[in-house]
């Protein structure tokens, strides 16, 4: 069973709408992306991870300072793979100057078809590699952050509401939503009461769905008193505004004791 959706909701959505969500970008070969990844990243970076059902890539960087902070594992949308130009690429090579591992997974192609089965399927997936990293990322000292972006960020949230990933000391969200309303309105739910502190980063130009669910979460937020949460509406879009964003999220961390 799907704990993050339960079974009732999904088939009232399928019953109501004529698509479950959608993919915003065509579904992509993870195995042909790996072997492009490792023909253009340092072999250093590289480091194959494998789980009981799974083998798969993260790309990972060693602080650049004295004192390591710890880590931050960036879940790329389920579109994005590992160095995506979104945002990922971006954070993984800037964080490190501050203190900062970085580890970058390689997630799952995306769902394309509107059925229970695939979305399922999916995020049965996605947590079983999210248990690796974290396993890997755990045995090493520092704070852990978590940064989940698009589709993916969206659905950590339900993870970590039902307890069944290891949270992080924090929660990053880049435009995290799911390409339906209704959907989202659960998204905003496991927002509000999943105890991880939360950086919530709305792009204000190309993600219409977690815009417009923004208002929601700040309701839920203080309807279920979540203790630390932070909402910001994001200038541009997420690949114009790389400075903005690698600000942001040292300064809240920093306020945050991090």
């Known amino acids: 069973m799907l704990r993050s959706f339960s079974c009732f909701s999904i088939i009232s959505l399928l019953l109501c709408l004529p698509f479950l969500l959608k993919a915003d970008a065509a579904l992509w070969d993870e ?68 203190g900062w591992n970085t580890m970058a997974v390689m997630v799952p192609p995306g769902v394309t078809e509107a059925s229970i089965e695939n979305l399922q399927a999916y995020q049965l997936q996605l947590l079983e590699r999210l248990k690796v990293v974290m396993q890997e990322v755990e045995s090493k000292p520092g704070t852990i952050v978590v940064i989940g972006l698009g589709h993916s960020g969206a659905l950590l949230n339900n993870l970590y509401k039902n307890e069944e990933l290891s949270p992080p000391q924090a929660l990053v969200l880049i435009g995290a939503a799911m390409q339906d309303v209704a959907l989202n309105e659960q998204v905003a739910e496991a927002i509000s009461q999943h105890k991880v502190p ?7 130009t190309d993600n219409a769905f977690a ?15 979540k203790e630390i949460y932070r909402q910001r509406l994001l200038p541009g879009s997420v690949e114009q505004d790389h400075p903005w964003l690698g600000g942001e999220i040292l300064g809240w961390l920093r306020y945050i004791g991090y």
């Open 31 to 98: 195995q042909q992306t790996a072997a492009d990844l490792q023909r253009q990243v340092a072999t250093a970076q590289i480091n194959a991870l494998k789980s009981p059902q799974q083998s798969f890539l993260t790309l990972q960087r060693t602080a650049m300072t004295p004192f390591v902070k710890g880590t931050v594992i960036l879940v790329p949308d389920w579109s994005q793979h590992a160095a995506s130009p979104r945002a990922v690429e971006y954070l993984r090579n800037y964080l490190i100057d501050f």
């Open 198 to 204: 939360t950086l919530d980063l709305l792009p204000q």
């Open 211 to 225: 815009r417009n669910s923004g208002a929601l979460r700040l309701q839920l937020v203080r309807k279920h008193i």
